[in-house]
């Protein structure tokens, strides 16, 4: 059995952010109920390279119901009042006071169905400065300053990924399950909301610590890490990248002594502990690249794992495809054909994952889902 069976999700979601959260849910044993304007989620329409399908919506999307509704019209309006009233959670990610106006405010809908747990996802919160700004990935990945810290030292770098968006799905996921948790204790549900400016911004914690209280936000760094060294890719005589990883000094004196074959760079004095190193990484970097540069990838890696240390191959997405680690699930596309992606991370000990799932069609149980809550 798995955690969420029996429990009743209505989401009015576009995009990526709420759809994340809810696809977790799925995958959790609940029933997801997903709300859509007749265009369908914009999500849709991303992309066709999921053998025609946006890569965006078949990834998560699947499992969930799709419902046609336009609740500015009295007909639909009552459809989806009777959904929300037999609710265990509602989802939404709808610009701040779009659904209040339409008389679907949270906090209402809580005071109708005292159980119902809402969660209400926006891109900068609900504050009169903020509620009208809008927000994609990119934007608050930009707003935030997490592009400034990302790239290279010649320019920004966008995260390869929607990272934003996902983080706050993920963050949306967690206060659910939390909110669910305090109404098993309760017997009442909550509200809880989030946005993705204030998810990014917390993680932006330590580069805001370093540029109020240390010597300056980090400077980009391309493959290294801004306060830890050496972390970094380091490149061999076959022009091949590899990162290593050291955390502490006692991984710092193996390096030098099993792979850099110099114990004596252990106890430089500019490179005696890890504050040092960081001041000095362009020295660092330099001693390391003359003695890497001089032997091949295959050659570091051995030493490396002799010395017991971390490192990793800098792949491609290629690369990726045939990794070891990669696990990967069956999903089905709108026209059924069926898509192998990665594995969803969360893994039952006494589940067996679900596998085929479908992505719905726009509308596609509208007239069910109708019948089943509306009936004659």
């Known amino acids: 059995m798995r955690p969420l069976e029996g429990l009743l999700v209505v989401s009015i979601e576009q995009a990526v952010a709420a759809p994340f ?9 609940a029933r997801v109920i997903k709300v859509e304007r007749p265009a369908g989620d914009f999500a849709r329409g991303y992309d066709q390279a999921a053998l025609g399908d946006s890569s965006y919506f078949v990834w998560i999307n699947q499992g969930k119901e799709s419902v046609v509704l336009d609740f500015k019209t009295p007909a639909d309006a009552e459809l989806l009042h009777a959904l929300i009233a037999k609710a265990d959670i509602f989802v939404q990610n709808l610009a701040p006071g779009a659904l209040e106006r339409a008389g679907f405010g949270s906090a209402s809908l809580r005071g109708k169905n005292p159980r119902l747990i809402t969660c209400d996802i926006s891109g900068y919160g609900e504050a009169e400065a903020v509620k009208e700004l809008k927000a994609y990935d990119l934007l608050v990945q930009a707003e935030s300053g997490l592009v400034d810290i990302s790239g290279g030292p010649g320019e920004r770098g966008r995260i390869g990924v929607s990272i934003s968006d996902i983080g706050t799905g993920m ?16 017997g009442k549900g ?13 993680w932006m914690t330590v580069p805001l610590i370093h540029a109020e209280h240390g010597k300056g936000a980090p400077t980009r ?29 006692r991984e710092w004196i193996r390096y030098c002594e099993i792979v850099l074959q110099n114990p004596s760079l252990a106890i430089h004095t500019k490179f005696a502990n890890n504050n040092l190193r960081v001041e000095n990484r362009a ?5 390391i690249d003359a003695i890497v540069g001089g032997i091949d990838a295959s050659e570091y890696r051995s030493r490396l794992a002799k010395a017991d240390l971390a490192f990793g191959a800098v792949n491609t997405i290629a690369d990726l495809a045939n990794h070891i680690a990669l696990r990967r699930r069956r999903i089905r596309t709108a026209e059924k054909d069926l898509l192998e992606i990665p594995a969803t991370p969360i893994r039952w000990s006494d589940t067996d994952p679900i596998d085929g799932k479908g992505i719905p069609a726009i509308g ?10 509306l009936p004659d």
């Open 21 to 29: 959260c809810t696809a977790r849910l799925v995958e959790a044993g």
């Open 171 to 186: 963050t949306a996921h967690a206060a659910v399950l939390e909110a669910l948790i305090k109404r098993s204790v309760t």
């Open 190 to 202: 909550s509200g809880v909301s989030m946005s993705l400016f204030d998810v990014t911004a917390e």
């Open 221 to 249: 760094g391309g493959l290294h890490h801004p306060s830890i060294a050496p972390y970094g890719a380091y490149q061999t005589s076959d022009g091949i990248d590899t990162i290593v990883s050291i955390q502490n000094e």
């Open 283 to 287: 020295a660092l970097d330099a001693e």
């Open 364 to 373: 596609a149980d509208t007239e069910k889902i109708r019948e089943e809550f």
